[in-house]
């Protein structure tokens, strides 16, 4: 059998309550100890431990570790009298301020609110003179910049003021702002893909749907010329010519319009193209103007590059085209030639052509911008559009540059890799 001797069961009722106020008096002195820490009446606490050893606790030591723990705050920290003044900042501050702790010493906190927000500062500061207030606004620096914070106002017991807590909200709005602005630009990025998918089917329908009634209008016209033939006039079959040759011009618009919109909707995928292979094509398709004009076409080594085949035959063969229409007096000596950049083949396409003048420079690669008339050149001016929009499908830049009547050199860039 096991006995368990119960203590309290030894003492008598007079011992228990004498015990009981013995302890009351003990917690009443540690309530007196803990109110005269709080108000600063006490300087130093000694304490006994179990082995009768004694401890001192200096409230300088506690007041110190307290001030260096302020000081490494990464926030600004101050205390205010109820009127926001401030009779103790940390380093922090000051530095948020743009000022010395010095000047900021005796300041109003509400001196350094934005205008604007000097309302919502009043309404913090007297919620946190009662229990405690909190909420976003800007302060103005010394050099006029101006900053996000949040502060944060609470009271303590028997303190006639209170405590401030300053967080730099900076980069937290700057990012809240790169966030903003990615999110508008993808969406402003969505709606334009949207807007020139649309475009571009409307293009095409628009042109496929023209070429019939235009195909009518050029036949029953030519037609009518050859019915009634003998029984019109010089006048008459003039104004049937003109309307042939409108019709004419209209379906070369119309198709050119088509090829257009088909640079980035009908698309090969990219292979491998030996651009020696490709410039032989080219020579082919040209043959008659080249045989027309006599000219002289030659070309470097040329390399092996990444692409969608028909579109950068299309590229090489527009600009020599162009280069054989805007001849000057001499016989056309086109020169092609390519060297490799840093990620990229860079092609240049030099003639002794008329030349371009430096303000026309941009314009020449606008759709439908010609900078001759129909008497002049034939043409629609869409060629070196549809030139630029193919070279950009490939990833790559086009421009030229050019002295008026000493010929041009179009330059246009591909990159050694493809995505």
């Given at each position: 059998?096991?006995?368990?001797?119960?203590?309290r069961?030894?003492?008598?009722?007079i011992?228990?309550e004498e015990e009981?106020?013995e302890?009351?008096?003990?917690l009443?002195?540690a309530e007196?100890?803990?109110?005269?820490?709080h108000s600063?009446?006490?300087d130093a606490?000694?304490?006994?431990d179990?082995?009768k050893?004694?401890q001192i606790?200096?409230?300088?030591?506690?007041?110190r570790?307290?001030r260096?723990l302020?000081?490494?705050?990464?926030q600004?920290?101050?205390?205010?009298t109820?009127?926001?003044?401030?009779?103790?900042?940390n380093?922090r501050?000051?530095?948020?301020?743009?000022i010395?702790?010095?000047?900021v010493t005796?300041?109003?906190?509400?001196?350094f609110?934005?205008p604007?927000?000097?309302?919502l500062f009043?309404?913090i500061?007297?919620?946190?003179?009662k229990?405690?207030?909190q909420?976003?606004?800007?302060?103005?620096?010394?050099?006029?910049s101006?900053i996000?914070?949040?502060?944060?106002?609470?009271t303590?017991?028997?303190?006639e003021g209170?405590?401030?807590?300053?967080t730099?909200?900076?980069?937290q709005?700057?990012h809240?702002e790169?966030?903003?602005?990615?999110?508008?630009l993808?969406e402003t990025l969505e709606?334009?893909?949207?807007?020139?998918?649309e475009l571009?089917?409307?293009?095409?329908?628009?042109?496929h749907?023209?070429?019939?009634?235009?195909?009518?209008?050029s036949?029953?016209?030519?037609?009518?010329e050859k019915?009634?033939?003998?029984?019109?006039?010089?006048e008459a079959?003039?104004?049937?010519?003109?309307?042939v040759?409108g019709?004419?011009?209209?379906?070369v618009?119309?198709n050119d319009?088509l090829?257009?919109?088909?640079?980035?909707s009908?698309t090969?995928d990219?292979?491998e193209?030996?651009?020696?292979?490709?410039?032989?094509?080219?020579m082919?398709n040209l043959?008659?103007?080249?045989?027309?004009?006599?000219?002289?076409?030659?070309?470097?080594?040329?390399p092996?590059?990444?692409?969608?085949?028909?579109?950068i035959?299309?590229i090489?063969?527009?600009?020599i085209?162009n280069s054989?229409?805007?001849?000057?007096e001499e016989?056309?000596?086109v020169?092609?030639s390519?060297?490799k950049?840093?990620g990229?083949?860079l092609f240049?396409i030099e003639?002794n052509?008329i030349?371009?003048?430096?303000q026309y420079?941009?314009?020449v690669?606008?759709?439908f911008?010609?900078?001759?008339?129909?008497?002049?050149?034939?043409?629609?001016g869409?060629?070196?559009?549809i030139t630029?929009r193919i070279?950009?499908?490939?990833?790559?830049?086009?421009w030229v540059?050019?002295?008026l009547?000493k010929?041009s050199?179009?330059?246009?860039t591909?990159?050694e890799?493809?995505?």
């Amino acid at each position: 059998m096991i006995l368990i001797r119960d203590d309290r069961a030894s003492k008598t009722r007079i011992e228990l309550e004498e015990e009981i106020e013995e302890l009351q008096a003990k917690l009443h002195d540690a309530e007196e100890t803990l109110r005269a820490i709080h108000s600063g009446e006490i300087d130093a606490i000694v304490v006994e431990d179990p082995n009768k050893v004694s401890q001192i606790y200096t409230m300088d030591g506690a007041d110190r570790l307290y001030r260096i723990l302020v000081e490494e705050m990464w926030q600004g920290v101050a205390t205010i009298t109820q009127d926001s003044t401030i009779y103790y900042s940390n380093a922090r501050l000051s530095k948020l301020l743009g000022i010395s702790m010095e000047q900021v010493t005796g300041r109003k906190l509400k001196d350094f609110i934005h205008p604007d927000d000097v309302k919502l500062f009043n309404f913090i500061l007297n919620n946190g003179l009662k229990t405690i207030g909190q909420g976003e606004l800007r302060i103005e620096t010394k050099n006029d910049s101006i900053i996000h914070v949040l502060i944060s106002i609470k009271t303590l017991p028997d303190l006639e003021g209170a405590y401030v807590v300053i967080t730099d909200l900076s980069e937290q709005k700057h990012h809240e702002e790169v966030l903003k602005t990615q999110k508008e630009l993808k969406e402003t990025l969505e709606e334009l893909k949207r807007s020139n998918a649309e475009l571009e089917q409307f293009a095409y329908v628009a042109s496929h749907d023209l070429q019939e009634p235009l195909r009518m209008v050029s036949s029953f016209t030519q037609l009518l010329e050859k019915k009634y033939k003998d029984e019109l006039d010089d006048e008459a079959r003039e104004y049937i010519n003109f309307a042939v040759d409108g019709a004419k011009r209209m379906q070369v618009l119309i198709n050119d319009l088509l090829a257009f919109s088909r640079v980035t909707s009908k698309t090969a995928d990219f292979t491998e193209i030996d651009l020696k292979e490709l410039l032989g094509e080219v020579m082919f398709n040209l043959e008659l103007d080249i045989e027309e004009t006599n000219a002289q076409i030659t070309c470097d080594t040329l390399p092996e590059i990444v692409g969608d085949y028909s579109q950068i035959l299309r590229i090489f063969q527009n600009i020599i085209a162009n280069s054989l229409k805007y001849r000057g007096e001499e016989t056309p000596k086109v020169n092609i030639s390519a060297h490799k950049e840093q990620g990229y083949w860079l092609f240049s396409i030099e003639d002794n052509g008329i030349g371009i003048e430096p303000q026309y420079f941009g314009q020449v690669f606008q759709i439908f911008r010609r900078l001759h008339t129909q008497d002049e050149y034939e043409g629609t001016g869409i060629g070196l559009a549809i030139t630029k929009r193919i070279v950009e499908r490939h990833r790559g830049n086009i421009w030229v540059e050019s002295e008026l009547g000493k010929g041009s050199t179009f330059y246009f860039t591909i990159p050694e890799m493809q995505q």
